[in-house]
């Protein structure tokens, strides 16, 4: 079945050390894979996507995420993480459909000072 | 400002008594779509509507409907809501699709049947 996995289900980090949230994916081609942010009551808001190409893509506030086929992986991760990065993290993905999302379970992240 | 609206952000009844979630867009987008959040589980997709009078099932349509009469609307509606519908709901749309365009969220409508 595809699904996305999501390992960690809370994980905490110092303000200024690196941040890397693991998200394992099973879909029988090249999937499309998504991070996206949920900052306290809001909603979710896109961090970046992989479709094809360049495995190590960036997105919005200082994130990046790497593609590596061999691991059915697409971590997440920043090199400083601030006090404002504390929120849930979700893992995306869709075998192709344009119109159905698989969410992962979800990382809340907790940056202590 | 571009956004999604969600109404009524939280929001307390009764088993049984019909509901429902109003969603708009004022972005044009011809996707909408509606989850639900709930603890360890992260967020299932209810239905979904590529366009208007257009709509199907997600993951976990039983006990909901929807309609999209209007480009800007997708309200989602709970018949004879049970307590098993306590949840935390989203909407989202998209000017394409949920790969193709990027996803933006509603802050979400807490609904608690007792």
């Known amino acids: 079945a595809q699904s996305v996995t999501q390992p960690d289900i809370h994980i905490t980090v110092s303000e200024g050390a690196s941040l890397e949230l693991r998200c394992n994916y099973s879909?029988?081609?090249?999937?499309?894979l998504f991070w996206y942010v949920q900052s306290p009551g809001q909603g979710l808001q896109l961090l970046l996507k992989?479709?094809?190409?360049?495995?190590l893509v960036q997105g919005i506030k200082g994130f990046e995420a790497e593609f590596k086929r061999s691991q059915s992986s697409f971590n997440l991760r920043k090199p400083s993480v601030h006090w404002s990065d504390a929120a849930e993290y979700f893992c995306v993905g869709s075998g192709g459909s344009n119109y159905k999302l698989t969410f992962g379970k979800g990382t809340l992240l907790t940056v202590n000072p | 400002e571009a956004q999604v609206t969600q109404n009524p952000r939280y929001l307390i009844t009764v088993t049984g008594k019909k509901l429902t979630v109003t969603c708009s867009q004022n972005?044009?987008?011809?996707?909408m779509s509606w989850y639900r959040q709930d603890p360890g589980l992260g967020l299932r997709q209810i239905y979904y509507?590529?366009?208007?009078?257009?709509?199907d099932k997600g993951d976990v349509p039983e006990g909901y409907k929807v309609s999209r009469k209007e480009k800007r609307n997708f309200p989602l509606i709970l018949e004879s809501p049970s307590p098993n519908q306590t949840s935390l709901y989203f909407c989202?749309?998209?000017?394409?699709?949920?790969?193709?365009?990027?996803?933006?969220f509603g802050e979400g409508s807490r609904l608690t049947v007792l």
């Open positions: 992989y479709f094809s190409g360049d495995t």
């Open positions: 879909y029988g081609a090249t999937p499309y």
């Open positions: 509507s590529m366009n208007v009078e257009v709509t």
């Open positions: 989202a749309s998209s000017l394409s699709g949920a790969i193709t365009g990027e996803l933006f």
């Open positions: 972005m044009n987008h011809e996707y």
